[in-house]
């Protein structure tokens, strides 16, 4: 095992690389927890509400890119929710103006007149 002037820890290390701090770590991590909560929120919108959780999707990942961490995938996940979400919304209207309008369109069978 080869030492280096500054211990065994660094003997390994390419000259070009710098040693990493614990504060640019913590910066990483924190970035990587908002990429994990953007992909995450991101899934939870495509499956359950995408109104409330596509939103979080897309902040959580511009927030993961603040840190310098790429999120594509959360702010993708969160506006396909979205999407989803919307169409379900138009189709729901429509199915409810179909049902009443068919229920317009019935005859009167069993009205008498007085």
Do not use: C
Request: aromatic share 12%.
């Amino acid at each position: 095992m080869s030492t280096s002037e500054y211990g065994p820890q660094n003997a390994y290390q390419h000259p070009d690389q710098q040693p990493v701090t614990m504060g640019q770590l913590r910066w990483y991590m924190e970035g990587m927890r908002h990429a994990r909560l953007a992909t995450v929120f991101g899934i939870l919108a495509i499956v359950s509400l995408g109104i409330l959780f596509g939103p979080l999707a897309i902040s959580r990942s511009k927030k993961a890119e603040a840190f310098g961490v790429p999120a594509a995938e959360g702010r993708v996940l969160g506006w396909v929710g979205i999407g989803l979400f919307i169409m379900w919304v138009v189709f729901f209207i429509a199915y409810l103006a179909l049902i009443v309008t068919l229920i317009g369109s019935l005859p009167n069978s069993g009205v008498t007149g007085a």
